[in-house]
């Protein structure tokens, strides 16, 4: 078992870094960029190792095995001026295996059309992302697990529309003598249909990292979280974040990130009772932009 486990986890981190596929663009499909929940943007963006419920479908779907109950997570982004994000995800356990639901969406409003240079726009437009997906997770075993998920991805600017699908694919592996999970994903793997004559291309990339509990005494601990980010334009990104904890009820989060004109330092807090928990990221931005909010809350069932 653990020679099939090293040898699938070889392979997709393997295909991760080899597979031919267009660059990630500034333009390009920015919701497959950003992080959609409160809780990872607090934490560097890390995913790849980290267990973030049904929210991990957008990080690493091996990783939605690993979850304990059935859940819905949403999230709301105030992103840059008025632009926005909201998610959604639900994921159901059957034991051995996981399934999921998740939609993402990104607004730009008020986006002003001039034919000539004029103080006033003849009218004004907006532009919309829009993805939605079905996610499969398997626990081939206690520690090791595999994952997928698809999507169809809808994009409008104006009067022009584009429809795609894209694919993600991940295995995470768990020490559970040393509290530790290890992630990898191949993610935004598909085609775009042309917006008007141009296609958009994915953000495709991969990711690889870990996540462990770092200290823990009495009620008090610290998680420590760590991903290498490959996009496939040959650009390497770092992500780490740390975790403080008291009880599993309060948490306290820091975030680092490299690769991003905008972002860098992130932090946050999280409140988790009985069935409930609701995450705040905060995200200062560069270029004089104001910072980020991100809210997130999550039910159990």
């Not at 997709?12 to 660059?23: K, N, P, T, W």
């Not at 509290?179 to 917006?195: E, I, P, Q, S």
Request: net charge negative; with cysteine.
């Amino acid at each position: 078992m653990r020679k099939y486990i090293n040898l699938c986890l070889s392979l997709l981190i393997c295909f991760s870094l080899f597979s031919v596929s267009r660059a990630e663009t500034s333009g390009s499909l920015p919701l497959l960029k950003i992080a959609p929940d409160a809780r990872s943007v607090a934490l560097g963006a890390t995913g790849a190792a980290v267990q973030h419920g049904a929210m991990s479908a957008f990080h690493n779907p091996a990783l939605m095995a690993f979850a304990e109950q059935s859940q819905a997570s949403f999230g709301y982004s105030d992103w840059l001026l008025d632009i926005s994000m909201q998610t959604a995800a639900l994921l159901f356990n059957y034991d051995r295996f996981t399934t999921g639901l998740s939609i993402n969406t990104y607004s730009v409003p008020d986006i002003e059309r001039r034919v000539l240079p004029s103080d006033d726009p003849i009218e004004t437009f907006s532009a919309h992302d829009f993805t939605g997906g079905g996610s499969f997770a398997y626990k081939i075993s206690d520690d090791f697990a595999i994952g997928l998920t698809g999507r169809w991805i809808h994009q409008e600017i104006y009067i022009e529309e584009a429809n795609g699908y894209a694919f993600d694919a991940g295995a995470a592996y768990r020490l559970f003598k040393f509290n530790t999970t290890f992630g990898a994903a191949v993610r935004n793997l598909g085609k775009m249909d042309a917006l008007e004559d141009e296609e958009s291309p994915l953000p495709a990339d991969a990711v690889a990292g870990f996540s462990s509990l770092i200290y823990q005494k009495g009620d008090f601990g610290l998680n420590g979280m760590a991903d290498a980010q490959f996009i496939f334009d040959d650009d390497i990104r770092a992500h780490a974040g740390l975790e403080g904890f008291w009880r599993e009820n309060l948490f306290l989060r820091l975030g680092y990130q490299t690769g991003s004109e905008l972002r860098t330092y992130s932090g946050g807090v999280g409140i988790a009772w009985n069935r409930f928990g609701f995450d705040y990221a905060f995200q200062p931005m560069a270029e004089d932009f104001e910072a980020s909010h991100r809210f997130g809350f999550k039910i159990k069932f």
